[in-house]
Every structure is written in C-alpha cells, then in structure tokens.
C-alpha cells in the first residue's frame, strides 16, 4: 500500500474511535444524571415538628426515620423515654415526632409502725375489770417511695414495704369475764409449765397422793419454787385455771411450774408450755 492509502486508513479509524468514545461520554453522563435525580428524590428535605418534653420545634431535614432525626437533633433517649412514632418510622414532610422524658427517683424512709392493742379475756378477772398485761412498743420499718415525672411534672408516687429495721410488739391488755371472787391479782409472771399427775408414773413408786403441804393432789393444785412463788398462794394459770401453790419439786426452780393432773393422758396432751400465772394477793 502507498503511503497516501495507509494514511487515509488511519484517519477513518481516528475518526470512528472519537465518534464511538463521544457517544460513550454520553451515555455515563446519562446514567450519571438519572443516578443523581434519582437520589434527590430519596433525600428530598422534609419539615418535621419535633416535640421534646413539651417543647416544640420545626425541623428540616434528609434524614430518613425518626431514629437517624433524633441523631441529627442531638437527641438521646434513656431507657425509659418515649418516643412517637417509634424510632424505625420512615419520616415523611409534615410529621410530628413527639419525645417524651420519664424519670424515676427513688428514695429509702423509714416509717414508724404504731403498736396494736389485743384484747384478751380471761375468767380470773371479774368483767369490771381490765389490766396492761404487756405495754406495747412501736416498730420501724423501711419505706421505698418512687416518684414518676413525665417532662418534669409529677405524675405518680409508688410506696413499697421494705425490710423491718424493728418490730413493732402489741400493747396486751387482759379484761375479766366473771366474778372476781374477792380476789385481786398482785403480779404477772411468766412460768414454763409443765404437768404432773399424783399416781407413781409422775411421783414415783412412794407416791402417796398428796402434796408437800398436806393437801390432797389432784387438778387445781401446782408445784412451784417457794422462793418464786410461797406456798399456799392463790394463782391462775392461763390455759389451766384457778389453783393453790401446794407442791414442789425437784426439779422445778424459777419461773417454772407444774400442775397437777387426774390422769397420764392429760398430762401427755398438756406437754411443756410457756404461760402467763397471775399471782393473788
């Protein structure tokens, strides 16, 4: 080929080769447009009213959910917050998003526990009668208060029980139901109680059936320690009732008693108490 013919070769291949790189120019510069207008039509700006704990504000904004509004708004929400619609909600122009704070505080009191009254009646007093058996003591105990707030104004006050830092003890008043028989109550023990009856199971192979004093054992009569109790004192025991202090026993000393039964089986069903004794005078 002469070299007139190669050159006019090389410039028809010049002049395809920018034909076909202007028309590729074209369609990136296409592509790239409609990408574009296809994006500001996902981020078009939206007018958002956002209310915080009663406050309002207009805001504008691309973002896309009430989550990403509230990180553009440097908004933080704590666990008991609330928010409306809920964080996920796509956003949309003209919504209202609405935040409201809760809080919580709490508090530990300590509340005085006032004393019951409990009333018992017994038969060892005539029914004009009443006496302060144990005198009573207020308790404490702790108090847990949670107060709720939504946007700083007080909605509710929670009061729950706590542990007891001291037990409250009754006021025990005792109240006759009978004649007093002329008889009035000097003091009020405590005795541990027990029971014995005269035959040898409880006195033994010498048992005569008679007390210390004399007197004929049998129901109404108790073994007591002289230096507690002297012999031949008028009580009533709860639980038993009337007696004499007659009887002793070896092994009864201090504010313990026994009282005397008719037979093995009632003293089995009596078994070891602990009772109040009200000594005559």
Not at 152 to 167: L, M, N, P
Not at 233 to 247: C, I, K, L, P, Q
Request: aromatic content about 6%; overall charge positive; hydrophobic content about 40%.
């Amino acid at each position: 080929m002469s070299p007139m013919g190669s050159q006019k070769v090389n410039n028809n291949f010049k002049n395809h080769f920018e034909t076909i790189l202007l028309l590729a120019i074209m369609i990136a510069a296409s592509i790239v447009s409609f990408a574009v207008s296809s994006d500001d039509a996902a981020v078009k700006q939206k007018t958002v009213t956002l209310m915080v704990a009663g406050e309002t504000r207009i805001v504008n904004t691309v973002k896309p959910t009430v989550q990403q509004l509230l990180w553009q708004e440097f908004i933080s929400l704590s666990s008991l917050d609330r928010c409306s619609p809920g964080l996920q909600t796509p956003l949309a122009d003209g919504m209202t998003v609405t935040v409201d704070r809760v809080r919580c505080e709490t508090v530990t009191e300590r509340v005085s526990v006032t004393s019951e009254t409990v009333v018992r009646y017994i038969a060892v007093l005539a029914s004009t009668e009443s006496k302060v058996l144990e005198q009573g003591k207020d308790g404490v105990h702790e108090e847990i208060v949670k107060t709720w707030y939504l946007n700083g104004i007080q909605t509710s006050v929670e009061r729950t029980k706590g542990k007891v830092i001291t037990a409250s003890k009754p006021t025990i008043i005792i109240k006759g139901t009978a004649d007093n028989r002329g008889l009035t109550i000097k003091k009020t023990i405590t005795v541990t109680a027990t029971a014995y009856e005269p035959g040898p199971t409880s006195c033994g192979k010498w048992a005569n059936g008679y007390t210390a004093t004399g007197l004929k054992a049998g129901r109404g009569v108790i073994a007591v320690d002289p230096k507690v109790i002297p012999l031949g004192t008028r009580v009533y025991v709860e639980g038993y009732g009337y007696a004499v202090a007659a009887d002793t026993g070896g092994a009864i000393k201090g504010n313990k008693i026994d009282v005397c039964m008719d037979t093995v089986a009632e003293c089995r069903s009596w078994g070891r108490k602990t009772v109040k004794l009200h000594v005559f005078g």
